[in-house]
């Protein structure tokens, strides 16, 4: 079947802009997370989603940023106000739910955002 | 809060030389290790995973990793790598009861054919 899907793939925005982007996660799977990667760096967790419940967002730098999953399945994570330091990988994963963290994350190719 | 320390950012190989990968991470209880692989132009997906049991993980394309509970690391071994194993390599700790891992900052392997 289809992997997670992510879009736009690229988007570079001027300051001040707002940002959505798109996560359509894998057919069936309950948890959808979101995180943030800077160049030469790991994924940093921003926020997740069992279902259409958020169920952590402690990774969601400020206020600008929030997410949403309305009818759990895709999710948007919007960026207000974006600022030059937003600018970096965001990725999307995706996984069936699992006892203990015993679970597989299926990332998608990631949205690549540039504030100029 | 855990932390994930990957020594090696950079590592350049000739192909059928073997290769450690080192991965420590801070947290003192029971915890999930993974590795992660990006191949260029590829998604992030799983290489090998523990959780409980065989401290000797394998996983695929020959890769395996040993959990050292003592020395908190779990080092990916693979005894003779090939060109198509070049990619960025990314170590992962949750803890136990938790959904959520930290990565390291990630490894880039470079293998010359």
């Known amino acids: 079947g289809a992997g997670v899907s992510q879009s736009p793939r690229y988007k570079v925005t001027k300051r001040g802009q707002d940002v959505a982007l798109r996560c359509d996660p894998i057919?069936?799977?309950?948890?959808l997370y979101w995180y943030r990667q800077a160049l030469g760096q790991g994924p940093e967790f921003l926020t997740y989603f069992n279902y259409e419940a958020q169920q952590d967002k402690s990774g969601l730098p400020n206020d600008r940023f929030s997410a949403e999953r309305p009818e759990g399945s895709i999710s948007t994570l919007t960026i207000q106000r974006t600022e030059q330091r937003d600018s970096a990988m965001y990725r999307c994963?995706?996984?069936?739910?699992?006892?203990?963290?015993?679970?597989?994350?299926?990332f998608g190719p990631g949205t690549r955002l540039t504030v100029t | 809060a855990q932390s994930v320390s990957q020594h090696n950012h950079h590592v350049i190989l000739s192909e059928a030389a073997s290769l450690e990968l080192g991965c420590n991470y801070s947290?003192?209880?029971?915890?999930?290790l993974f590795w992660y692989v990006q191949y260029p132009g590829q998604h992030l997906q799983l290489l090998l995973k523990?959780?409980?049991?065989?401290?000797l993980v394998k996983g695929i394309k020959g890769f395996e990793a040993e959990f050292i509970k003592s020395k908190f690391s779990f080092n990916l071994r693979k005894p003779s790598v090939q060109w198509s194993d070049t990619a960025e390599y990314f170590c992962?700790?949750?803890?136990?009861?938790?959904?959520?891992?930290?990565f390291g900052r990630g490894t880039s392997l470079i293998v010359h054919p």
């Open positions: 992962a700790v949750s803890s136990g009861g938790s959904y959520i891992p930290t």
């Open positions: 994963a995706s996984s069936l739910p699992g006892t203990s963290g015993t679970y597989e994350q299926y």
């Open positions: 947290y003192g209880g029971t915890v999930n």
């Open positions: 057919s069936g799977h309950v948890s």
């Open positions: 523990y959780f409980s049991g065989d401290p």
